[in-house]
């Protein structure tokens, strides 16, 4: 089912997006529908992620160091950053 809508748009955007349309030998409305259907399928994509990206690199964190713990973790590097400042004397 296709449905007519009417949306509000800034002139200079769809004044470019009617040219980009022009250029490509398309519709403003399939011009249009494509960038919805980019923005929408990014977005489930997005939430479709059960875990966070965990890197391949070897080491991994300090014995004792729980990352879930964010203030801990803001410690730890304000202790390194001390540290790191004491060299510089």
């Given at each position: 089912m296709?449905?007519?809508?009417?949306?509000?748009?800034?002139t200079e955007?769809?004044?470019r997006a009617r040219r980009k349309a022009a250029d490509e030998g398309?519709?403003?409305t399939a011009l249009i529908e494509d960038g919805l259907?980019?923005?929408v399928s990014a977005?489930?994509?997005?939430?479709?992620r059960d875990a966070i990206p965990v890197s391949k690199a070897?080491?991994?964190?300090?014995p004792g160091v729980d990352v879930g713990d964010l203030s801990a973790l803001q410690e730890l590097e304000d202790l390194e950053y001390v540290e790191r400042m004491k060299r510089f004397r």
């Open positions: 296709i449905e007519r809508t009417t949306v509000r748009l800034p955007l769809l004044d398309r519709t403003l259907r980019l923005v977005n489930q994509r997005r939430k479709s070897t080491g991994g964190t300090l």
